[in-house]
């Protein structure tokens, strides 16, 4: 029997925002005893403007020792409201102070924005080159991936019943039909997600009650994250606000400040 996800439950955003902060810190510190840089994964959406609020008044996190990669990207302009990375960059990355250690930030190749199969294979070879540069790896293993949830139950660009799901070869996938606008992306595949050291879902919200029932009550009806929960093999942990699991059935966690 597979290991449960943790699931953390906060009043609100604002009373979650030291967990996920602890949280963060402690797969940084984890990632940095192991080599000299913090390899993250990150998505868009709503997430951006929680970890924003959650990370900027943190002491100890490490900027200039961060590596960013995308989870997945829209294939449009850097500066369009729909680029994940632009979105990082307003929300986030702009606000940190000058004389802070800039991370260092992979987005894709504006080149190739009209081209998803170039543009994933690009991205790719980008991540080729950061886990797989001195010994060759089956697959990428990121020190953590924060991650939504869609009203859907897709993650990343995965999308519910979509033939993506089943690519077990490609690290990045390109996806020209979406079913949200923008269609043309590209994202990380399952089995990339899956082997990722640690991965944090952040949902918030009553319109996300719905879907959370169905991923954690029924997870055979093989939504995206829950597919995520089941092969990752209890490496996830999921941050949601009370309204967000509203009537649903889950097995809550407290979270518990770690003893110095």
Known sequence: MPTLPSIYVFNDPDSMAPALAEYVLQAQTAALQRHDAFK????GGSLVANLRKTLLPVEGIEWGKWQIFFADERLVPLDDP?????LWKKDLLDHLPEETPQPTVFHVDTVLLDDAVEAADAYEKVLIKSFAAKD????????????GCGPDGHTCSLF?????????VAWVAAIEDSPKPPPRRITLTLPVVTHSLRIAFVATGG????????????????????????????????????????GVAVQKKEWKTPSL
């Open 40 to 43: 993250i994964g990150v998505s």
């Open 82 to 86: 729909d680029s994940n990375y632009g």
């Open 136 to 147: 060759s790896v089956r697959l990428p293993s990121f020190d953590l991936l924060l991650l």
């Open 160 to 168: 519910p019943g979509h033939e993506l799901l089943r690519e077990n």
């Open 207 to 246: 319109s996300k009650a719905e879907v959370l029932k169905t991923i954690f009550e029924d997870p055979d009806a093989g939504l995206p994250c829950s597919l995520v929960n089941e092969g990752a093999r209890g490496k996830v942990t999921w941050f949601v606000d009370a309204p967000a699991v509203q």
